[in-house]
T-cell receptor, first 112, second 118 residues
Framework: DAGVIQSPRHEVTEMGQEVTLRCKPI?????LFWYRQTMMRGLELLIY????????DSGMPEDRFSAKMPNASFSTLKIQPSEPRDSAVYFC??????????FGPGTRLTVL | AQSVAQPEDQVNVAEGNPLTVKCTYS??????LFWYVQYPNRGLQFLLK??????LVKGSYGFEAEFNKSQTSFHLKKPSALVSDSALYFC????????????????FGSGTQLTVLP
C-alpha cells in the first residue's frame, strides 16, 4: 500500500491566489482528517470526514477555507483567497474506524 | 473536553541511556492513547497505542509506554536511546465510545523534541 498520498508536496503562491491541496487516503479507510502544523500553534485539526461526510469542521479557521470529499479515494482542501498567515504544513491522515491514523507526507504551503 | 499535556518542549539524552518523554491527559471516561513520531520534513508516524489490557504497551523501534490511570499519564520510554531516535514526539488521546462524531477526533499534545547526543 502506498500510504496516504498528498499533492503537491510544496506550494508557493502569492497572497490572494487560490490554493488547492489534494489527498488520497489509504484504500478501505473510512475516516479522513486534515491538519495544519505551524511552529506557533503546533498541530491543529481542521476538519474530518467519515464515509465522505464532514463530521466536524470547527477547526477550519475562516470561510476562506473549504474541504470536500467527493468520493472515498479523494479529498481537497481549498484556500481562497490565500494569505501569508496560511503558510504552514498541511497534513492529511486517514484511519479505519477509530484506529490509529496514518499521515501523509504533508504539503508545505508558502504564501508570499 | 479532552486534552493532552507534554510538559517538556525539549528532552536531551545521551546515546545508550534510557529516555522518557512525558505525557498526561484529560478525557471523559476511558482513554485511547497514542504516540506518534515526526522526523524532519515528514508526516507523523504511529508508534504505539493503548486501548485496553496490559498497562505496558510495546511499539515500534523498541519504544514502550506505560499507562497509569491514577496519574492520568502515558509516558513514552526506551531503555537505550539511539541517535536516530532524535525527532519530534506527539502524544494523543481520544475518548472511547464517543457519543458524538466530534469526539472521534484525536487531541494531540504540543510535541516534545527529543535529541539523542552521540
Amino acid at each position: 500500500d502506498a500510504g496516504v498520498i498528498q499533492s503537491p508536496r510544496h506550494e508557493v503562491t502569492e497572497m490572494g491566489q487560490e490554493v488547492t491541496l489534494r489527498c488520497k487516503p489509504i484504500s478501505g479507510h473510512d475516516y479522513l482528517f486534515w491538519y495544519r502544523q505551524t511552529m506557533m500553534r503546533g498541530l491543529e485539526l481542521l476538519i474530518y470526514f467519515n464515509n465522505n461526510v464532514p463530521i466536524d469542521d470547527s477547526g477550519m479557521p475562516e470561510d476562506r477555507f473549504s474541504a470536500k470529499m467527493p468520493n472515498a479515494s479523494f479529498s481537497t482542501l481549498k484556500i481562497q483567497p490565500s494569505e501569508p498567515r496560511d503558510s504552514a504544513v498541511y497534513f492529511c491522515a486517514s484511519s479505519f474506524s477509530t484506529n490509529q491514523q496514518f499521515f501523509g507526507p504533508g504539503t508545505r504551503l508558502t504564501v508570499l | 473536553a479532552q486534552s493532552v499535556a507534554q510538559p517538556e518542549d525539549q528532552v536531551n539524552v545521551a546515546e545508550g541511556n534510557p529516555l522518557t518523554v512525558k505525557c498526561t491527559y484529560s478525557v471523559s471516561g476511558n482513554p485511547y492513547l497514542f504516540w506518534y513520531v515526526q522526523y524532519p520534513n515528514r508526516g507523523l508516524q504511529f508508534l504505539l497505542k493503548y486501548i485496553t489490557g496490559d498497562n505496558l504497551v510495546k511499539g515500534s523501534y523498541g519504544f514502550e509506554a506505560e499507562f497509569n490511570k491514577s496519574q492520568t499519564s502515558f509516558h513514552l520510554k526506551k531503555p537505550s536511546a539511539l541517535v536516530s531516535d532524535s525527532a519530534l514526539y506527539f502524544c494523543a488521546v481520544r475518548a472511547t465510545l464517543p457519543s458524538s462524531g466530534s469526539a472521534r477526533q484525536l487531541t494531540f499534545g504540543s510535541g516534545t523534541q527529543l535529541t539523542v547526543l552521540p
